[in-house]
């Protein structure tokens, strides 16, 4: 699949652009769904969205610059250029967070109990994002042996161009980002599980305490997963993704176990 789709006035139009585009309306129609099940106002999911959606841009463009900061440390003002790409999806969904937070704190609402509506949203978007990224071929497992028998085991096949050095030969791949989709929907199920059950037999858990759970889940799967991508970087001991899952589950349960045992906390 091509980069670049086409273009619009002279401006490329980026395949992993609409892919992003893609995850964010499947998101937004489920928390406005979600929204409308719990009778609360779709008007403040909208003023979400519009505090969110431009500090999901921010911090998206400024996670992948920080990432990749070598390539503009001589030519700062390219930081500027989004036009020519470049966009950290889980950097936009931390600014998308941020704004949440911090629109509950200005107009005085549960942040916690914003979040558990929206953790269904946010991942059902990984979820397309990832199988965006399975078609797009941007990332890929580990390489099968050349003498795959034809057993209809599930793999993904790489074009020429995509593979990377040294793997030139190597057809197919573990279809990771594939896994990657299918388990972060298992996780949408659990939580929506949870959320069902709690609702009409337990009334035990406290506000926030899904947003947790769907969050650790997540980041238990990226984290598991990242074991199993082809590494652009062999010498690396811990990439950084695999090191922000990990804190990022670890800060979840902190938080789930905080929030289960007391009645007082922050953006209560």
Do not use: K
């Not at 395949?15 to 499947?26: F, R």
């Not at 036009?83 to 704190?105: E, I």
């Not at 990439?239 to 009645?263: D, E, H, K, M």
Request: with cysteine; net charge neutral.
């Amino acid at each position: 699949m091509g980069l670049i789709v086409g273009t619009v006035f002279g401006l490329p139009i980026y395949t992993y652009g609409l892919v992003v585009l893609a995850a964010v309306l499947v998101g937004a129609a489920v928390a406005w769904m979600n929204v409308r099940l719990h009778g609360e106002r779709t008007g403040t999911l909208l003023d979400l969205l519009l505090l969110g959606l431009p500090a999901a841009l921010v911090c998206g463009r400024l996670g992948f610059v920080l990432h990749h900061f070598a390539d503009y440390a001589s030519h700062l003002l390219t930081v500027l250029c989004i036009w020519q790409g470049g966009l950290s999806f889980y950097g936009g969904m931390l600014g998308f967070l941020l704004a949440v937070v911090a629109y509950s704190l200005v107009q005085g609402v549960s942040a916690w109990h914003w979040l558990d509506l929206l953790v269904p949203a946010f991942l059902v978007a990984v979820a397309v994002h990832e199988l965006g990224i399975f078609g797009m071929q941007l990332t890929m497992g580990s390489p099968f042996p050349p003498d795959l028998p034809n057993d209809h085991t599930l793999a993904e096949y790489v074009e020429y161009r995509y593979r990377p050095m040294g793997f030139q030969d190597m057809l197919y791949f573990f279809p990771i980002a594939l896994y990657q989709a299918g388990l972060q929907l298992a996780v949408f199920v659990l939580v929506a599980l949870a959320a069902f059950v709690d609702g009409r037999f337990l009334h035990r858990l406290r506000p926030g305490c899904l947003f947790l759970l769907g969050l650790g889940l997540a980041a238990a799967v990226r984290l598991g997963c990242g074991f199993f991508y082809l590494s652009s970087d062999p010498g690396s001991v811990l990439p950084l993704g695999r090191l922000l899952s990990g804190g990022t589950l670890l800060a979840a349960i902190a938080l789930f176990v905080v929030r289960s045992r007391t009645r007082q906390s922050l953006f209560s």
